[in-house]
């Protein structure tokens, strides 16, 4: 006990008593865990990053709940872990429920371990076109099979700031690798790299 504080009655009616100050999550949610603080990168699930509701002031900064622009930017600094294959390059993709956004093509990796960390500099930049609040991105090889792939939602303040997400495979087990990135809203400087083709 904190120096100060009660302790709560026994009870003898079975019913344990209720958990202490210390061991409650955030919104008084019982054993929660507790949210990374921004700019922390850490590999998280999808659904981590599309159950959080925002308020606006939550949101990126001048951001309103609701009234997302058309344009941003998404800059993918690194591929963590991925599976690596001989004479297989990455093909990296953006897309919400309209289709393919942006796609960037023919990334390399030089190590010959089977599974590698992948930076990818301007060649991670990609120019989206696109109101949705939650968009997914994947990662393939270039012969089209999947390596995994995340949900990203614009609306959690981790987005702007570089953080990782682990990927998941087609049946949404984790694909045991992640991805590094962080998303610009109103498109800032992340114009190369990205084909712009939606296809």
């Not at 960037?104 to 991670?124: E, F």
């Not at 045991?176 to 998303?183: A, F, K, M, P, T």
């Amino acid at each position: 006990l904190v120096e100060g504080q009660v302790a709560p009655p026994a009870r003898n009616d079975g019913v344990p008593p209720p958990p202490a100050p210390h061991e409650m999550g955030p919104g008084g949610m019982y054993g929660a865990p507790a949210p990374p603080s921004l700019g922390q990168a850490q590999v998280m699930g999808a659904a981590a990053t599309a159950d959080v509701v925002l308020s606006p002031s939550q949101g990126q900064q001048g951001q309103v709940l609701g009234q997302l622009g058309q344009e941003l930017s998404l800059e993918v600094s690194r591929l963590l872990d991925v599976p690596q294959r001989p004479g297989q390059s990455y093909v990296l993709r953006a897309l919400d429920d309209s289709g393919e956004l942006d796609a960037v093509r023919d990334i390399r990796s030089t190590s010959t371990a089977p599974y590698g960390k992948i930076v990818l500099g301007s060649k991670g930049k990609l120019r989206l076109r696109s109101a949705a609040k939650l968009f997914e991105v994947r990662v393939e090889f270039s012969s089209g099979e999947l390596v995994g792939s995340c949900q990203i939602y614009r609306l959690d303040p981790r987005s702007a700031t570089v953080s990782g997400y682990m990927l998941s495979d087609a049946s949404g087990n984790p694909a045991n690798c992640g991805i590094e990135l962080r998303v610009i809203e109103g498109g800032g400087d992340a114009d190369e790299g990205g084909t712009g083709s939606g296809g």
